[in-house]
């Protein structure tokens, strides 16, 4: 008898679909022959619903859940604690278990925002986190709910994340320098300015390299920058920004404490996987060629 020699199609349950990085995840997936996704985002699937999410691994039975589903503003979560721990924690618990009982490998994308910005020299993973805002701690508590009760789990940092999708730092800018806008940008705080889009392909590289070097990882774009790095980058990289002005203040009051430095060590990642990590100027100079 013939035996069947095409490989199986992996399985990925994508949640959040409808986030930055969820729609870059999207378009990375898209191009890759080997692998069915199911997607849903946060009008399809309630990710505090934990029987929704039973009734969906049940159904599906995936070979990976990249849980892109996330509450992810910074500044808000101050004061709405409550709804950033159920989603970043709370839901997390549950999808620890349902991956645990279905022998699903877990993929949790977390942030640089989980260390408290002392240090001086990039973080690895082995640092000692210490958020110092609700949102880290949120996702910090998400990570800990996975490393409690999983063995197959990649937990993935972080930073600055941007592209054409959803809200970031990179599309505000680009809106105010087309309106001309006079600002001022923080110089307050140095990390790396990630494109999403980069992100999505390393987690795309754990899935097809079929690894079992479980743990926790970072990844951002190389070099480092501050707020008023990155808006600067933007402005000079687009022929179309003419006339607005952009300076630096050393000083910005947020709502939410920020890490003054959170770059991410890719020293890991590289020797794991032989990751390549572009720096983060020719990223957003790609980005920009494409998009404006």
Not at 11 to 25: P, Y
Not at 154 to 169: A, D, K, M
Not at 177 to 199: C, M, R, V
Request: proline share 3%; hydrophobic share 35%; net charge neutral.
């Amino acid at each position: 008898r013939m035996l069947n020699t095409k490989p199986t199609k992996l399985k990925i349950l994508l949640t959040g679909s409808g986030g930055q990085l969820g729609q870059c995840l999207m378009l990375a997936l898209e191009e890759q022959e080997r692998v069915t996704v199911y997607a849903f985002d946060k009008n399809s699937l309630d990710i505090t619903d934990s029987e929704a999410l039973e009734r969906l691994f049940q159904k599906i039975k995936p070979d990976y859940c990249i849980n892109c589903a996330a509450y992810t503003k910074v500044e808000q979560a101050e004061s709405d604690k409550e709804i950033a721990f159920t989603i970043n924690s709370e839901a997390t618990k549950a999808l620890a278990k349902l991956c645990v009982h279905f022998e699903v490998t877990l993929i949790y994308p977390s942030t640089d925002y989980v260390f408290d910005g002392k240090s001086t020299t990039p973080y690895s993973e082995d640092d000692s986190t210490a958020p110092i805002n609700v949102y880290g701690a949120s996702k910090l508590d998400g990570e800990q709910v996975i490393l409690q009760k999983m063995q197959k789990y990649f937990i993935v940092r972080t930073s600055w994340l941007y592209s054409e999708f959803g809200q970031n730092f990179y599309k505000s800018m680009v809106a105010k320098f087309d309106n001309a806008a006079a600002i001022s940008i923080t110089t307050e705080q140095t990390g790396t300015p990630t494109n999403a889009h980069d992100l999505a392909a390393f987690i795309v590289q754990l899935v097809n390299s079929g690894t079992s070097n479980y743990g926790v990882y970072h990844y951002s774009n190389s070099g480092e920058a501050t707020w008023y790095d990155f808006a600067k980058a933007i402005y000079e990289y687009s022929p179309r920004f003419k006339v607005a002005s952009l300076g630096a203040i050393d000083h910005y009051v947020t709502f939410a404490a920020r890490p003054a430095y959170s770059v991410l060590s890719k020293d890991k990642c590289k020797e794991v996987f032989g990751t390549t990590v572009p720096h983060w100027k020719k990223s957003l100079y790609q980005l920009m060629n494409r998009h404006l």
